[in-house]
Nanobody, 121 residues
Framework: QVQLVESGGGWVQPGGSLRLSCEAS????????MGWYRQAPGKQRELVAA???????NYGSSVKGRIAISRDDATNTVALQLSSLKPEDTAVYYCYTKAKTILKGTWVDYWGRGTRVTVSS
């Protein structure tokens, strides 16, 4: 089993910045992709950005140019830097990974519980 724990959410004013972090733990032997999704009130969950182990980083269109994503393989951590935040960025941000574990030979999707980001004056 893989556990994903997010941190860094909170309240910021428009134009502010926030850094989210997620650490994966458990019997992980391989990670295919790790990144972030978000879900705003009344909307469906959407991709923010994700970093595959092989291939190019995937970006959603909603925050293009205002985010930076990084991944630390030593700690199985993915971080998301949010800048120039707008009220429409308000959402619950979820960490995501597709991973294999010691006793599981197939790829499995794992989700964190989410961290809330509120952008308002």
């Amino acid at each position: 089993q893989v556990q994903l724990v997010e941190s860094g959410g909170g309240w910021v004013q428009p134009g502010g910045s926030l850094r989210l972090s997620c650490e994966a733990s458990g019997s992980i032997i391989s990670i295919d992709i790790m990144g972030w999704y978000r879900q705003a009130p009344g909307k469906q969950r959407e991709l923010v950005a994700a970093i595959p182990t092989h291939g190019s980083t995937n970006y959603g269109s909603s925050v293009k140019g205002r985010i930076a994503i990084s991944r630390d393989d030593a700690t199985n951590t993915v971080a998301l830097q949010l800048s120039s935040l707008k009220p429409e960025d308000t959402a619950v941000y979820y960490c995501y990974t597709k991973a294999k574990t010691i006793l599981k030979g197939t790829w499995v999707d794992y989700w964190g519980r989410g961290t809330r980001v509120t952008v308002s004056s």
